[in-house]
């Protein structure tokens, strides 16, 4: 079974604060993604990866980084955390074959007050 | 440019009564379709997926989908609902590489209610 792993469930964290979101995949998936999930907006592409060192944006790249230096790795850094960060961010990795299927982690809850 | 429109955000049935959750879609080049199912506090987990094979596709849990290219849909049914189907479901469509890194456009979703 493909397992994707997320570093936290959930995270409380203050304003202007630097946020890290780990994610590692065990099935030597190329590409891996980053999400978040707003109610009522569905799931909305931060970031993605298709290779180790590389990095694409996504939809809505303002306010977060990125970084992938092994292959199972992928981490999500939120330079200075704002109250409208707060959301549900969701890890995904896939093969590189042009089916596209992606499996997903369980998911941070993170939380800026 | 893809995208994904999931009709009804919210959608409650009675238990043992027909799901249909619908999915129409805008692809410019021809479609992989998925439905994902996401439970409460849990990340998605895929249902079922067309990769241009058979129209009509059979997933986990009973569920099922069938591709319409002329009604460019791709609805998602199981025949008798059950209350452990109440989620959220959200339908997907991937670029296939086109942009590099396989992308999937989400539907913002569905969340399904099962009553008694």
């Known amino acids: 079974d493909v397992k994707v792993t997320q570093s936290s469930r959930y995270l409380v964290k203050r304003t202007g604060e630097k946020v890290f979101l780990e994610c590692v995949q065990d099935?030597?998936?190329?590409?891996m993604f980053w999400y978040r999930q707003d109610p009522g907006l569905g799931l909305r592409l931060i970031y993605f990866s298709y290779d180790v060192k590389m990095k694409e944006k996504g939809d809505i790249p303002e306010g977060y980084s990125v970084s992938r230096e092994k292959k199972e790795r992928f981490s999500l850094i939120l330079e200075s955390a704002s109250t409208n960060q707060t959301s549900m961010y969701l890890c995904?990795?896939?093969?590189?074959?042009?089916?596209?299927?992606?499996?997903f982690g369980p998911g941070t809850r993170l939380l800026v007050l | 440019a893809q995208s994904v429109t999931q009709l009804g955000s919210h959608v409650s049935v009675s238990e043992g009564a027909l799901v249909l959750l619908r999915c129409n879609y805008s692809?410019?080049?021809?479609?992989?379709l998925f439905w994902y199912v996401q439970y409460p506090n849990q990340g998605l987990q895929l249902l079922l997926k067309?990769?241009?094979?058979?129209?009509l596709v059979k997933g986990i849990n009973g569920f099922e989908a069938e591709f319409k290219k002329s009604e460019t849909s791709f609805h998602l049914t199981k025949p008798s609902a059950h209350m452990s189907d109440a989620a959220e479901y959200f339908c997907?469509?991937?670029?296939?590489?086109?942009?590099?890194?396989?992308?999937?456009?989400f539907g913002t979703g569905t969340q399904l209610k099962v009553e008694l």
């Open positions: 997907a469509v991937s670029d296939r590489g086109t942009g590099g890194g396989n992308k999937l456009t």
């Open positions: 099935m030597d998936h190329e590409n």
């Open positions: 692809s410019s080049v021809p479609p992989y």
């Open positions: 995904a990795s896939s093969f590189g074959d042009r089916s596209g299927t992606q499996y």
């Open positions: 067309y990769t241009s094979a058979a129209t």
